[in-house]
């Protein structure tokens, strides 16, 4: 009996053991657009860093929502589930080009077209002038191109989704 | 019996050598477009050298077809989105005259995208005055949704599902792989301008006309629209909501169905919904906590009393 007991508590050390060093050797990645790493799992703690997408992070442990993560600089923190994954992202630069469309169209310069596209506010200028190359050729109305200019000149800063979504208690900001 | 005349075999085998000599860095160009027009930067940036110029030209005339469709520039991408845009107002109507509503479905849209496949590029969201329901993303990221879509739904986590379902259309760029063949994709790469009201013009605007068809009445392949499901369920999750929101969505518009217009709406132009409906219930299963995530049903119902 004692030599059973004996098994049986050998296994569960042994068990918890290998559990550790599976969660100790996962891999995660930052997938969405950037991830603040947090001192505490909450996302009123304070913020340790900012991580890109991309950034190649080590689990240590998991609590509800958040994952205790730590970077590849030995930074320690916690991080929100639902901005990484085992899976590494591809990581798309946005190249203005010269084959570009804009340039076929009419020869338009492009390289100070949507400079601004990958700006974190998303803040953007209406109609392009490909696109009014276009609206010309192909007659479209005067009152599309008016809808188009508005719906593209329309901005949405990073720190109005955070307080979208504070405010309705979603993800991160859940109760 | 053949004669043997090694003068001859010399002569191949150096021609071989030749050959296979310039056929790896042919490959290697033809594979990787882009690297070979830097290659060709780099050589000669410039562009004074006329062997050089003629070498890029020909690469540049062989690889049209390759740069063309999913591989193109996001910015060709976000022209061509915004052609198909000016055609969906004419289309579809002129965007909903309430700045609140435009606000709230483009903040949350845009807090989906961040937690997509591609957040990398900016999203824009507008609400048409339409009754029929419908939603479709025009390559680059601009999403329509018809008034009427929104006046159906019950809470936010519905509309993030939706927003996410087209969100992850402009993500895996489903809209330009249907057009791939358009002619207009065959030499775009080695013409340098091209004058709108010209042949070339006019293969971009049928280029943009193909692509009415499949988003407006056709629809896009049933395995894009799963695709995209499945998904708008994932991001919905990671963003905090609820990814049943889906499924709901789904079986309201099944309800919808027999008494809504058919011809340009999401019944014509997506796969049926009870099969939609199955796998949206099969794939829920991965998200065991789906009941505790957010809902967010009193703020959704302040803005659809605004439609």
């Known amino acids: 009996m004692h030599r059973l007991s004996y098994l049986f508590f050998r296994t569960i050390i ?7 060093v599976c969660m100790a050797s996962t891999t995660l990645y ?3 657009e950037s991830a603040d790493l947090k001192s505490e799992s909450t996302s009123s ?21 958040w994952f205790r993560v730590a970077t590849q600089e030995s930074q320690r923190g916690w991080i929100y589930r639902g901005k990484v994954s085992e899976e590494q992202p591809e990581v798309e630069s946005i190249d203005e080009g010269e084959d ?12 100070d077209i949507r400079a601004d596209a990958a700006d974190s506010s998303r803040s953007i200028r209406g109609l392009s002038p490909e696109a009014e190359e276009y609206a010309k050729a192909a007659g479209t109305p005067r009152q599309s191109r008016n809808a188009l200019d508005a719906t593209l000149s329309r901005k949405v800063k990073d720190s109005d989704i955070e307080a979208f979504l504070k405010n309705g208690k979603v993800g991160e900001y859940a109760d | 019996m053949k004669n043997y005349n090694p003068s001859f075999s010399k002569r191949s085998a150096t021609n071989r050598r030749g050959f296979l000599k310039y056929l790896g860095p042919f490959l290697v160009l033809l594979s990787s477009p882009a690297f070979a027009f830097n290659i060709f930067k780099v050589l000669d940036p410039e562009g004074k050298n006329e062997e050089i110029q003629k070498a890029r030209q020909a690469i540049e005339g062989l690889t049209g077809i390759i740069q063309s469709a999913e591989g193109l520039d996001y910015k060709s991408e976000f022209t061509i989105g915004e052609s198909l845009a000016l055609e969906g107002f004419q289309r579809y109507g002129l965007p909903l005259k309430n700045d609140r509503v435009q606000k709230y479905v483009n903040t949350l849209g845009n807090a989906v995208a961040k937690n997509s496949t591609r957040p990398e590029i900016p999203y824009y969201f507008v609400v048409v005055d339409s009754p029929i329901y419908n939603a479709f993303s025009c390559p680059g990221g601009i999403v329509f949704l018809s008034k009427s879509l929104v006046k ?11 927003l996410s379902h087209e969100v992850a259309h402009v993500s895996h760029k489903h809209a330009l792989s249907s057009v791939r063949r358009a002619k207009f994709f065959e030499g775009a790469a080695k013409i340098g301008t091209i004058n709108m009201d010209g042949q070339d013009g006019r293969k971009y605007r049928d280029m943009v006309g193909n692509l009415q068809t499949v988003l407006f ?3 896009l392949d049933k395995a894009m629209e ?6 708008a369920m994932d991001v919905a ?10 499924i709901r969505v789904l079986k309201m518009l099944k309800k919808k169905e027999a008494t809504a217009t058919i011809k340009g709406s999401w019944f014509s132009t997506h796969p049926p919904l009870s099969s939609r409906i199955e796998k949206c219930n099969h794939w829920k299963g991965k998200y065991p906590d789906a009941n505790q995530m957010a809902r967010v049903k009193k703020r959704f119902m302040r803005y659809r009393q605004m439609l």
């Open chain 1, 14 to 20: 042994l068990s918890v053991f290998m559990v550790s």
């Open chain 1, 30 to 32: 930052v997938t969405s």
């Open chain 1, 45 to 65: 703690s304070s913020t340790i860093a900012e991580l890109e997408r991309g950034t190649v992070l080590l689990l240590i442990a998991k609590e509800g929502r």
């Open chain 1, 100 to 111: 570009s469309i804009g340039s076929l169209l009419g020869g338009l310069s492009g390289s």
């Open chain 2, 152 to 162: 159906g739904m019950n809470s936010e986590a519905e509309l993030a599902c939706v």
């Open chain 2, 217 to 219: 009445d056709k629809g």
């Open chain 2, 226 to 231: 799963y695709e995209a499901d499945q998904s």
């Open chain 2, 237 to 246: 999750y990671r963003t905090g909501y609820d990814p049943a929101g889906m």
